[in-house]
């Protein structure tokens, strides 16, 4: 975390999308808080948490945007998309049906979603290996195919997290600063 004083010289609106139990809001505890909780409920009522960091040797402060449950339903609004410049597409790694969702979550993006919006896939839970349910090349096959930055991650060890969200601040700073 960078000191409070120091100018913020960019502030770039992230949002987590992917079906429910995909490990959003862990990856987010993870990453702004640097916790995990093994029977995380929906979080109601927070809109999104902030980290400030150094990107390229900017001060940039990451909003990061997370739902409250409302995938479940499908009814993640346009209000949720509006200024974002990156999007961390989840799915688990574990879960065949997430996969096959990503699709469905890209047209949500494309249809609400700034044109030039920075997208990674995320397929999280790589601690589950021995029930990986979606082969890494399929991921990359799909993240190719797409234009998508890809990367697997854990949000429950820590694997890849911070990588991850720099990673997409540093695509989203080529693109925007
Ligand atoms: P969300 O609905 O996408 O926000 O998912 P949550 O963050 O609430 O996580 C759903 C469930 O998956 C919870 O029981 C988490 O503890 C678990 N979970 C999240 N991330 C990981 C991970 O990286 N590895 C493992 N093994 N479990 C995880
Ligand atoms: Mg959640």
Redesign the pocket.
């Known amino acids: 975390q960078v000191n409070l004083n120091q100018k913020i010289d960019y502030v770039f609106k992230i949002v ?1 999308v ?12 993870r990453f702004a808080r640097n916790e ?7 979080t109601i009522g927070v809109e999104f948490q902030t980290k400030t960091l150094i990107v390229d040797h900017k001060i940039v402060k990451a909003q990061i945007w ?2 409250a ?1 409302q ?2 339903y499908r009814a993640v609004t346009s209000a949720y998309y509006r200024g974002a410049v990156g999007a961390m597409l ?1 799915y ?1 790694l ?1 879960k065949r049906q997430s996969f096959d969702h990503v699709a469905k979550w890209l047209e949500e993006l494309r249809e609400h979603a700034d044109n030039n919006i920075v997208i990674m896939l995320i397929g ?5 290996g021995s029930l990986r349910a979606v082969p890494v090349e399929d991921a990359k096959e799909f993240a190719q195919k797409e234009n998508l930055f890809f990367m697997e ?5 820590a694997t890849n997290v911070e990588s991850a969200f720099l990673s997409i601040l540093t695509e989203i700073y080529r693109i925007v600063g």
């Not at 999280?124 to 589950?128: A, F, P, Q, R, W």
């Open positions: 987590l992917g079906d429910s139990a995909v490990g959003k809001s862990q990856l987010l505890a995990f909780n093994i029977d995380s409920k929906a997370d739902t449950g995938e479940r989840v688990d574990s999280n839970k790589s601690d589950l991650t854990s949000a429950l060890d």
